[in-house]
């Protein structure tokens, strides 16, 4: 699914990638609505064990009040996932799903223009990540 994600490798445990991106994505103005539990879901609901795993839910509110009022449909897409997930006990992958999937729900030239704003300001946090990435943990 790479072509509709935005990703990055951060080379630092689960738990400290897990904060560093909340920075990240405070950095660049998103703040997290909600935050689902995948791997604490998996065990409680299906008894299974999967890496730990969290989608947190990213709005700017400014750029989600843009996109409602220039098509209400763009609400399936709110917040903006990302998803932090552990590879190993030093690597984890963050992903955020590309804004740019809005546009196959409105033509909307507002609506665009949010999803170029949302999107740029995710590449901006997942580009501060990746000199995360190079540095030894």
């Known amino acids: 699914m790479s072509g509709s994600t935005l990703t990055t ?6 738990a400290e990638a897990l904060v560093a991106v909340r ?3 405070a950095e660049v103005g998103f703040g997290i609505l909600t935050e689902v539990d995948l791997q604490a879901t998996m065990r409680a609901e299906l008894g299974e064990d999967i890496a730990p795993q969290v989608i947190l839910g990213a ?7 843009r996109a409602l009022q220039a098509d209400p449909s763009v609400a399936t897409m709110l917040p903006c996932n990302v998803v932090v997930r552990a590879v190993d ?4 992958q963050v992903e955020a799903l ?15 223009e949010v999803a170029a704003d949302a999107k740029e300001r995710l590449s901006e946090a997942l ?5 995360l990435a190079t540095l030894p943990s």
């Open 89 to 92: 006990a030093t690597t984890t």
């Open 23 to 25: 920075a990240a994505l």
């Open 9 to 14: 490798t951060v080379h630092q445990p689960y």
């Open 98 to 112: 590309d804004p740019d999937a809005m546009l196959t729900f409105s033509d909307s030239e507002a609506v665009s």
């Open 59 to 65: 709005c700017r509110p400014p750029l989600a009040f």
């Open 127 to 131: 580009d501060a990540l990746d000199a």
